[in-house]
């Protein structure tokens, strides 16, 4: 695996924001599951109980982390309609998992459960608002939204990861290939069509396509 140069910093110029960048590029390297804070710290340079200056523990680490790349996607487009918005809003979160791989990890270990960013479900909401939901809609739009760019890039991103694994890939191939068309033939007629649209943009502008026409129609029929 590549590595890159540790982060040790200079004397008196730690902070929360410059621990959570490091944490950050720690897990996209390491994973959720071998992440340490002792690692951290030995990037940093400093002594373990110096992070805890900044953060009670780990997990308020790792939340920060999460807040931090959830929020980095939160910033919407001063013009266009509510459409235009969200497709803004959803293309950036997608990019920040797709950037930081990690983030799959931490939104499956560590649920938003109300500390999600604030910044994005701001934005998303009010574009929502604005664009004519009610409070309950707006919410439930909001959710579904997040629930579907997150739930499609880990999918997307898991395959990437297999897909980098010659065997893996081959055992997928004959597994794919090795169905009998008797029992499963739909499955079978369909198998090109489906490794062609496993993720990648164009798959994931089709299902953003979908929930935005739903959301829509949901629009005209409370009005």
Known sequence: METTARTRVPRNTLSAELIVAAALNLLDQVGVEAFSLRALAKDLGVAPMTLYTYFRGKDELLDAVRDHALGAAALT???GGWQHQIRTICRRLRGQILEHPCLTGLLQQRPLAGHES?????????????????????????TTLLGFVVGVTTL???LLEENRDPERREKVRQIMTGLPPE???????????????????SQFEFGLDLVIAGMEQRLILAG
């Open 77 to 79: 487009t001063a013009y």
């Open 118 to 142: 604030a910044e994005s479900a701001e934005s998303l909401l009010k574009a929502l608002v604005e664009g004519g939901f009610n409070a309950e809609n707006a919410a439930r739009a909001y």
């Open 156 to 158: 997307e991103v898991r």
């Open 183 to 201: 029992r499963y033939p739909t499955l079978v007629e369909h198998a090109g069509a489906l490794r062609q649209t496993v993720g990648g943009d």
